[in-house]
C-alpha cells in the first residue's frame, strides 16, 4: 500500500530539521492519510549515523505491538532515504511538556500512558530486547494512545543465536540523565533489561514535574548521585515545600516561577505515584520491579474507567488553543479518522 | 633561618637536604616532610605483588618512594621541637612547613645536580614526613583521571573518564623524558598514533582522542577501557592455561582483527597474549602497534627488513637475520605460537636465555608433541601449519578461516577462567572517588594524614617478616607433602593428609607440581631484540 516514488506522497509540513536528517508532514496521495516522512540524506558520509538508522529499521521491524511506532515503509530515492511512520497528531511529550504540560502532566494522563509504555517494554522485553533510552521525548502521543519509538540505542540479549545474560555499553551523551546507574557504572557485571524500568521512574518524574530531572546537572555529578542512590522525586505539596524550609522566604525572581512554586507546593500526587516511582527508581536493578509486574501496580487502578482520548477531550481547548501544535488537521481528526489510520497499516504480501 | 628543599625522589632529597646542611648549618633535627601518592604507597596498604619485590629487593627505602609524584621536603631550622617529631605532634608544627610545587622542585633539582653532591649525610627515618595524598581531581582536557592501571617503559596507563558522556576510557601517558631513553622511542610513538587513528575496527583497541601538554612534556593517548589482557589471565590461572574453547573464542576475534589490518595493509609484528586485551564484554581488541609496519601503498609484496617483536614470538626468518621476509607471516607465526600458549600453557621454543631461544626457533621445523594429538587433532594439525618454518608452507588467514579446527565449535568442558579481578570492589570506574571527592569535597574533608619514613620501614619489616615466615611454612609443608607424594603405594593417603594440611598447603604443591613441568619462562622483552639485530647488522 505504500509506494517506492516521491510523487506519492505529499509533503505538508516540516516538522523537524535534524543534523543528519529531516522529518516532515505529508499525505499519501492514493487515500489521503497522514504520514510522518524522515528524510535521511546518504551522501553526506555520516556513516555512523547511517549504521544506527539501520540498525533502528532492522530491530523496529521485528516488533509488531500496538504501543511500538511501526515504520510503515522505507525506500531509497535521488541519493535520500526516506522513512515513513504513521503520524502521531500530538508528537513526543517532550514537546509537549515544553508547550502546554509545562508543570507536568495530569496524574491521571500520566498513568495511562505509562500503561501503553509498559505494555510495550513488556513486549520488548519478551522478545528479549532493551530499549535502552526512555524519555518522554521517545514517547508518541495521538489522539488514543502512546507509543514507544526511536529504537536506536535498543540491544538485544541476543547475539550470534547465544543469548548472553548481561548487556555492556554506554548510553549516547544526551540520554545520560535517564540511563541506570548500573549502565553508567560499566563494570563487567552489565545490566539487563531492569535499565528501561529505571529510566521508566526517571520519565514519571519529568512527566509529572515538567522539567527533566538532572537538567543542566554536570554529568559526573549526576553520576555520582546515582551511585549514591540518590534520585529525583515528584514535586508536590509532601516533597516540594522543603524548600520554603530551607530559604525562609520564596525566593523567586518572577511570577513565573512563583506561579509554578504554588501549584507544585500546593498539588497533591497519589501515594501510589510515588511509590511507582521509588519501585522505579530502585539503585538495586534486581529489586526494581518487571514491567510485567508493574502493570499490576495500584498506580494504573485509576485507568479502570477513562482512556487517553477522554482526557485528551479535556484538554483540547488548551491544545487548540495553542499556537505549536497548528496543524489544521488536529481539530478535525475525530475518532472516525483515527480508526482509518489503523486500518490502512495493513501487510502487503 | 628556614631553607626548604624539594625532589621527586627521597634518596635524592636525603642528599639536597644533607648537602645543604654542610653549607653551615645545623645537621641534626632536619624534619623532611614528603607528599606521597595515594593508594599503594607505604602505610595506606601496599599491595601484596609489592611484598615480593620487597623480599627479593632488600631496599626498603626505595621502594615507597617510587610512587611518589610530588615529594616535598622541608628543612626546618629550629631543631628543639623535632626530635619527639613523630604522629600527631607533626600536626602543629605544620604552620612553619613550606610546601613547594612542581616547578620549585625541579628548579631544586637543577641546582643541586650542577653543584655536585659532594657527600652523603644522615637524616633519621624519625625525619622524613610523608602526608598521604588526597584524592583530588585532575582534568585532561574533558577527562577526569583515575587510578593508575599500569606502568611501562614509556610512561603510566591511567583510568579516565569522558566528563561529558561518562564512557570509561584508559589514557596512556607518555612523557618525553621517559620516550628519549628508549632506543626508536619517538618514533615507535608517532607510528603508533599514525596507524590507530585509521584502524576502526571492532578487534582493534580504539584511539578515542590524543592530548599534548607542551609545557609538561607530555602526551595522552586516550583509548578505549579494557578490564585487562590475555596475558593477566593466563597468570593468574592454575596451569597458566585456559580451556580449548575458550581459546578458540579468542582466537577467531583475533583472525577477524588481523584480517582487518592485513587489509590496511598493517602488519602488527608483535602479537601476543600481552598485547592482547579485553572489553568489559569479553571482546578481543588486539593493542600495542608500537612496533606495527604499514605497508607502502605501491609495494610489490609483504616484504619487511626490520623485526622488533618479542623474542619467543617471533617465527625463524626473523630468529635467523633474513634480510627481508613476508610480513603477513610473521604476523600468521605469532598468533600460531599465541593460540599454542593460551591452550597449553607452554611456548613451542624455549631457551634460557634469548640467543639460546632465537637460535632453537631458526634451527629446525617445528614437531608437534604426540600429547598435543591427543588432545585433539584438529588443533594440533592448525598449530602445526601455522609454525611452519618455511614462510611459503605456513597457512595464510584465508586458510585458517576454512580450518577445520577454526570452523569447528569445540565443547565447553571446563568453566572458562575468569578476568583477574580489579582493584575496585564492585570493578567501578577508580575515577569514582576522585568525582567524590570533588563534587562532595566539603562534606567530607579529611583530615591530613602523616606518617614518617620510619613508620613504613617498620610496616615494610614487619610485612617482609611475616611473608618470610609464610613462605617457609608452605616450603615445609610442600616438602611434607612431596615425601608423602613420593611413595607410590599411598597416593590417596597422601592426598588425604595434603588435605588434611589444609587448602593453602595444597595450592602450594600444585605449584611445585607444575615448576617441575616447565621450566621457569622469562620473556626478554623487545628491546632486547632490537639490540640484537643491531649487534648483527653494525
Known amino acids: 500500500m505504500c509506494s517506492n516514488s516521491l510523487a506519492d506522497y505529499q509533503f505538508t509540513k516540516v516538522l523537524k530539521h535534524g543534523r543528519f536528517s529531516s522529518v516532515y508532514k505529508a499525505n499519501c496521495v492514493g487515500n489521503n492519510h497522514s504520514i510522518v516522512i524522515k528524510k535521511f540524506p546518504l551522501e553526506h558520509g555520516n556513516d555512523a549515523e547511517l549504521k544506527k538508522l539501520f540498525a533502528e529499521i532492522q530491530c523496529c521491524r521485528q516488533f509488531k505491538h500496538p504501543n511500538i511506532n511501526k515504520i510503515l515503509h522505507c525506500f531509497t530515492a535521488e541519493c535520500d532515504m526516506f522513512v515513513l511512520y504513521p503520524y502521531m497528531c500530538f508528537g513526543a511529550c517532550q514537546i509537549l511538556l515544553e508547550s502546554i504540560f509545562t508543570n507536568g502532566f495530569p496524574e491521571a494522563l500520566i498513568a495511562l500512558l505509562f500503561k501503553d509504555v509498559l505494555s510495550a517494554l513488556m513486549y520488548i522485553h519478551m522478545n528479549d530486547f532493551v530499549h535502552g533510552a526512555v524519555k518522554a521525548g521517545h514517547i508518541l502521543l495521538d489522539n488514543q494512545k502512546a507509543v514507544l519509538t526511536n529504537f536506536h540505542e535498543s540491544r538485544s540479549f541476543i547475539k550470534h543465536g547465544v543469548k548472553i545474560p548481561v548487556l555492556h555499553g554506554v548510553s549516547q551523551e544526551k540520554n545520560l540523565n535517564w540511563a541506570a546507574p548500573e549502565v553508567l557504572d560499566q563494570n563487567i557485571n552489565g545490566y539487563t533489561e531492569k535499565c528501561d524500568i529505571y529510566s521508566v521512574g526517571i520519565t514519571a518524574c519529568e512527566m509529572a514535574n515538567g522539567i527533566q530531572p538532572y537538567f543542566e546537572t554536570q554529568p559526573t555529578l549526576m553520576y555520582t548521585e546515582k551511585i549514591r542512590g540518590n534520585v529525583p522525586s515528584l514535586l508536590d505539596r509532601s516533597t516540594y515545600t522543603m524548600l520554603l524550609d530551607d530559604q525562609g522566604k520564596m525566593p523567586f525572581e518572577n511570577s513565573m516561577t512563583r506561579r509554578t512554586y504554588e501549584i507544585f507546593s500546593q498539588r497533591i500526587l497519589s501515594d501510589d505515584f510515588h511509590q511507582f516511582v521509588e519501585i522505579c527508581l530502585n539503585r538495586n536493578a534486581e529489586n526494581r520491579w518487571s514491567a510485567k509486574k508493574l502493570m499490576t501496580h495500584a498506580f494504573f487502578k485509576q485507568c479502570r474507567h477513562s482512556t487517553i482520548s477522554d482526557h485528551i477531550k479535556k484538554c483540547r481547548s488548551e491544545l487548540d488553543n495553542n499556537s505549536i501544535i497548528d496543524d489544521e488537521s488536529m481539530g478535525q481528526l475525530d475518532d472516525r479518522d483515527v480508526n482509518e489510520c489503523r486500518e490502512d497499516v495493513q501487510w502487503n504480501f | 633561618?628556614?631553607?626548604?628543599?624539594?625532589?621527586?625522589?627521597?634518596?635524592?632529597?636525603?642528599?639536597?637536604?644533607?648537602?645543604?646542611?654542610?653549607?653551615?648549618?645545623?645537621?641534626?633535627?632536619?624534619?623532611?616532610?614528603?607528599?606521597?601518592?595515594?593508594?599503594?604507597?607505604?602505610?595506606?596498604?601496599?599491595?601484596?605483588?609489592?611484598?615480593?619485590?620487597?623480599?627479593?629487593?632488600?631496599?626498603?627505602?626505595?621502594?615507597?618512594?617510587?610512587?611518589?609524584?610530588?615529594?616535598?621536603?622541608?628543612?626546618?631550622?629550629?631543631?628543639?621541637?623535632?626530635?619527639?617529631?613523630?604522629?600527631?605532634?607533626?600536626?602543629?608544627?605544620?604552620?612553619?612547613?613550606?610546601?613547594?610545587?612542581?616547578?620549585?622542585?625541579?628548579?631544586?633539582?637543577?641546582?643541586?645536580?650542577?653543584?655536585?653532591?659532594?657527600?652523603?649525610?644522615?637524616?633519621?627515618?624519625?625525619?622524613?614526613?610523608?602526608?598521604?595524598?588526597?584524592?583530588?581531581?585532575?582534568?585532561?582536557?574533558?577527562?577526569?583521571?583515575?587510578?593508575?592501571?599500569?606502568?611501562?617503559?614509556?610512561?603510566?596507563?591511567?583510568?579516565?573518564?569522558?566528563?561529558?558522556?561518562?564512557?570509561?576510557?584508559?589514557?596512556?601517558?607518555?612523557?618525553?623524558?621517559?620516550?628519549?631513553?628508549?632506543?626508536?622511542?619517538?618514533?615507535?610513538?608517532?607510528?603508533?598514533?599514525?596507524?590507530?587513528?585509521?584502524?576502526?575496527?571492532?578487534?582493534?583497541?580504539?584511539?578515542?582522542?590524543?592530548?599534548?601538554?607542551?609545557?609538561?612534556?607530555?602526551?595522552?593517548?586516550?583509548?578505549?577501557?579494557?578490564?585487562?589482557?590475555?596475558?593477566?589471565?593466563?597468570?593468574?590461572?592454575?596451569?597458566?592455561?585456559?580451556?580449548?574453547?575458550?581459546?578458540?573464542?579468542?582466537?577467531?576475534?583475533?583472525?577477524?582483527?588481523?584480517?582487518?589490518?592485513?587489509?590496511?595493509?598493517?602488519?602488527?609484528?608483535?602479537?601476543?597474549?600481552?598485547?592482547?586485551?579485553?572489553?568489559?564484554?569479553?571482546?578481543?581488541?588486539?593493542?600495542?602497534?608500537?612496533?606495527?609496519?604499514?605497508?607502502?601503498?605501491?609495494?610489490?609484496?609483504?616484504?619487511?627488513?626490520?623485526?622488533?617483536?618479542?623474542?619467543?614470538?617471533?617465527?625463524?626468518?626473523?630468529?635467523?637475520?633474513?634480510?627481508?621476509?613476508?610480513?603477513?607471516?610473521?604476523?600468521?607465526?605469532?598468533?600460531?605460537?599465541?593460540?599454542?600458549?593460551?591452550?597449553?600453557?607452554?611456548?613451542?621454543?624455549?631457551?634460557?636465555?634469548?640467543?639460546?631461544?632465537?637460535?632453537?626457533?631458526?634451527?629446525?621445523?617445528?614437531?608437534?608433541?604426540?600429547?598435543?594429538?591427543?588432545?585433539?587433532?584438529?588443533?594440533?594439525?592448525?598449530?602445526?601449519?601455522?609454525?611452519?618454518?618455511?614462510?611459503?608452507?605456513?597457512?595464510?588467514?584465508?586458510?585458517?578461516?576454512?580450518?577445520?579446527?577454526?570452523?569447528?565449535?569445540?565443547?565447553?568442558?571446563?568453566?572458562?577462567?575468569?578476568?583477574?579481578?580489579?582493584?575496585?570492589?564492585?570493578?567501578?570506574?577508580?575515577?569514582?572517588?576522585?568525582?567524590?571527592?570533588?563534587?562532595?569535597?566539603?562534606?567530607?574533608?579529611?583530615?591530613?594524614?602523616?606518617?614518617?619514613?620510619?613508620?613504613?620501614?617498620?610496616?615494610?619489616?614487619?610485612?617482609?617478616?611475616?611473608?618470610?615466615?609464610?613462605?617457609?611454612?608452605?616450603?615445609?609443608?610442600?616438602?611434607?607433602?612431596?615425601?608423602?607424594?613420593?611413595?607410590?603405594?599411598?597416593?590417596?593417603?597422601?592426598?588425604?593428609?595434603?588435605m588434611a594440611n589444609g587448602s593453602r598447603e595444597e595450592t602450594s604443591i600444585k605449584k611445585k607440581g607444575s615448576g617441575f613441568k616447565r621450566r621457569a619462562k622469562k620473556l626478554a622483552s623487545c628491546i632486547s631484540v632490537r639490540k640484537l639485530s643491531h649487534c648483527r647488522t653494525s
Open chain 2, 1 to 498: 633561618m628556614t631553607v626548604t628543599v624539594t625532589s621527586t625522589h627521597v634518596m635524592d632529597a636525603q642528599v639536597i637536604a644533607t648537602h645543604l646542611q654542610a653549607g653551615g648549618e645545623q645537621q641534626h633535627g632536619s624534619n623532611i616532610l614528603v607528599d606521597v601518592a595515594g593508594k599503594d604507597v607505604g602505610l595506606a596498604g601496599a599491595a601484596d605483588d609489592e611484598m615480593t619485590v620487597l623480599l627479593t629487593n632488600q631496599n626498603y627505602h626505595q621502594e615507597p618512594t617510587s610512587d611518589i609524584e610530588e615529594a616535598f621536603l622541608e628543612r626546618n631550622g629550629n631543631n628543639a621541637e623535632l626530635d619527639a617529631a613523630a604522629g600527631g605532634q607533626l600536626h602543629a608544627e605544620l604552620a612553619g612547613v613550606t610546601w613547594l610545587d612542581d616547578d620549585a622542585i625541579d628548579a631544586l633539582d637543577r641546582v643541586t645536580q650542577d653543584i655536585g653532591n659532594m657527600f652523603f649525610n644522615r637524616v633519621d627515618s624519625q625525619d622524613i614526613i610523608y602526608q598521604q595524598k588526597k584524592k583530588n581531581i585532575k582534568l585532561v582536557g574533558k577527562y577526569v583521571m583515575g587510578d593508575v592501571l599500569g606502568e611501562g617503559s614509556y610512561g603510566k596507563v591511567k583510568e579516565a573518564m569522558n566528563s561529558e558522556n561518562l564512557s570509561r576510557l584508559a589514557v596512556k601517558i607518555l612523557t618525553k623524558r621517559k620516550l628519549r631513553r628508549i632506543p626508536n622511542g619517538e618514533q615507535n610513538v608517532t607510528r603508533e598514533i599514525h596507524l590507530l587513528k585509521q584502524l576502526k575496527h571492532r578487534n582493534i583497541v580504539d584511539l578515542v582522542d590524543v592530548l599534548y601538554n607542551e609545557e609538561k612534556q607530555k602526551m595522552y593517548l586516550v583509548m578505549e577501557y579494557c578490564i585487562g589482557g590475555l596475558q593477566e589471565m593466563l597468570d593468574n590461572a592454575p596451569d597458566k592455561k585456559m580451556p580449548l574453547y575458550q581459546a578458540h573464542r579468542y582466537f577467531q576475534q583475533l583472525v577477524n582483527g588481523l584480517e582487518y589490518l592485513h587489509s590496511c595493509r598493517v602488519i602488527h609484528k608483535d602479537i601476543k597474549p600481552g598485547n592482547l586485551l579485553l572489553t568489559l564484554d569479553q571482546t578481543l581488541k588486539i593493542s600495542d602497534f608500537g612496533v606495527a609496519e604499514q605497508l607502502d601503498l605501491f609495494a610489490a609484496d609483504d616484504a619487511c627488513t626490520t623485526g622488533q617483536g618479542t623474542p619467543a614470538f617471533q617465527p625463524p626468518e626473523i630468529a635467523n637475520g633474513h634480510e627481508t621476509f613476508a610480513g603477513f607471516k610473521v604476523d600468521i607465526w605469532s598468533s600460531g605460537v599465541t593460540l599454542y600458549n593460551l591452550a597449553t600453557g607452554f611456548y613451542p621454543f624455549e631457551g634460557d636465555n634469548i640467543y639460546r631461544l632465537l637460535e632453537n626457533i631458526g634451527r629446525s621445523q617445528w614437531i608437534a608433541p604426540d600429547w598435543l594429538y591427543d588432545m585433539d587433532e584438529c588443533f594440533a594439525r592448525l598449530i602445526l601449519g601455522m609454525l611452519q618454518a618455511d614462510p611459503s608452507e605456513r597457512l595464510s588467514l584465508q586458510q585458517i578461516r576454512k580450518d577445520t579446527w577454526f570452523l569447528s565449535a569445540p565443547a565447553v568442558t571446563d568453566p572458562p577462567i575468569p578476568i583477574p579481578p580489579l582493584k575496585e570492589k564492585y570493578g567501578r570506574s577508580t575515577v569514582l572517588p576522585y568525582l567524590e571527592a570533588y563534587h562532595y569535597g566539603s562534606e567530607q574533608e579529611q583530615e591530613d594524614v602523616y606518617f614518617t619514613e620510619h613508620d613504613v620501614n617498620q610496616e615494610l619489616a614487619r610485612r617482609a617478616a611475616s611473608a618470610a615466615a609464610e613462605i617457609r611454612a608452605n616450603k615445609s609443608a610442600a616438602a611434607n607433602a612431596a615425601c608423602h607424594l613420593y611413595e607410590p603405594s599411598t597416593s590417596a593417603e597422601a592426598a588425604a593428609a595434603a
